[in-house]
């Protein structure tokens, strides 16, 4: 069934959906599945109307769970079927851009007043875009010095590079990339206001207004995305090719197991052990998801000790996103494979919906933390 979460939407929706007038839509469109959340202000406070998830792989003839590249047609279709399955009424949207289909990078500029960057940042571009700049849509945002030192973070004095010069966030995007989303967008009847790197989206609805510098773990189907995050900013970025569908496939290769058989597995039983399974399989299972894990534990390693080298400071936790961080078990791995303090994403924390919905929503919200702060961002223009 390609609706993930068609059946159990469809029993909420009459505690949850109403009439979408004043109402906003979060889409975010994935490798492996597309999510909505529709959300609507009351008193101040973000209210959860609906929201849904439907798998893409079907819509390119795949199994649920694969990757998948649709043409802009085939995504229409299935965000149509979407929408449709989880009562979307709203028509007022914010989109988000993949991390992969776009570039985020800190430049290390000397100081300068906002007319030279002007001028300068478009130069310094040119170094980190493999194309015209012309071709891309290019924004930037100086990030501002430390405000003083404090003891949860600074190892010790500022580096050379923080003393002479500044930080600039270059962000940019592929012309075609957005023009894709807009014929999306147009032909499932939304009137998209943003479209925004699905990474900043996640920031918004995850994390808190702390200053201590978080590591977040975006486990998507095709891709990793990993982040550090300090008082708001994005400091460092960096993207692994593995994600849940490698961990599939490795499982699926273990155990003679088709894709499907394999995916089902991974979601359900995950790290834990279980009695449908014999001892040597539960081993087979856990070893060979972890096999993908180790790897993609080992890169935030690396991301952690070349933030630590850049900025001299540490990491205060690490935040686990994305459809990845509900595979059951991986919180108890991970905080041992990362030696500290992780979480997971919870972003329906944001929102009020009714009470017994609580479980369900902290167990899928991972998934959503994209779909959740777009929406978020939209209500809060109006």
Known sequence: ????????????????????EGSVVGVDIGASS?????????HGAAVLETYGEIALGPYAKEPVGKAVKLSPEQTTEALLDL??????????AGMSIPFSSSLVSILDLPKSDPEQLKRMIPIEARKYIPMQVSEVMLDWFV?????????????????????????????????????????????AGLSTHFYEIEIFSAIRSSLGHG???????????????????????????????????????????????????????????????????????????????ISTLERVFGEADRVLLSYGKRYNKDVSHVLLSGGGA?????????????????????????????????????????????????????????
């Open 1 to 20: 069934m390609a609706l993930s979460l068609g059946t159990l939407t469809q029993k909420l929706a009459s505690a949850l959906t109403g009439k979408g």
């Open 34 to 42: 597309a999510k909505v959340v529709q959300l609507r202000s009351s």
């Open 83 to 92: 929408m449709r399955e989880a009562n979307v009424t709203a028509k007022a």
């Open 143 to 187: 990030i501002p010095p430390d405000e003083g030192d404090t003891a949860f973070d600074r190892v010790q004095g500022k580096t050379p590079l923080q003393a002479k010069g500044q930080e600039v966030l270059l962000v940019a995007i592929h012309n075609d990339t957005v023009r894709n989303y807009q014929t999306i967008a147009t032909g």
């Open 211 to 289: 200053v201590a510098p978080v590591l977040v773990i975006d486990l998507g189907a095709s891709t990793t995305k990993m982040y550090i995050v300090e008082r708001g900013v994005v400091r460092m970025t960096h993207l692994v090719t593995m994600g849940g569908q490698q961990m599939t496939e490795q499982l699926g290769r273990s155990l003679g197991w088709d894709f499907e058989k394999a995916e089902r597995t991974k979601r359900e039983r995950g790290l834990v052990e279980s009695a449908a399974y014999s001892t040597d399989e539960n081993d087979r299972i856990r070893q060979s998801l």
């Open 326 to 382: 509900s595979l059951p078990g991986l919180l108890g791995f991970a905080s041992q494979a990362l030696h500290g303090q992780v979480e997971v994403a919870n972003p329906f924390s944001r929102t009020e919906s009714p009470a017994f919905l609580d479980q369900v929503l902290s167990a899928i919200g991972p998934s959503f933390a994209v779909s959740v702060g777009l929406a978020l961002r939209e209500l809060r223009k109006g």
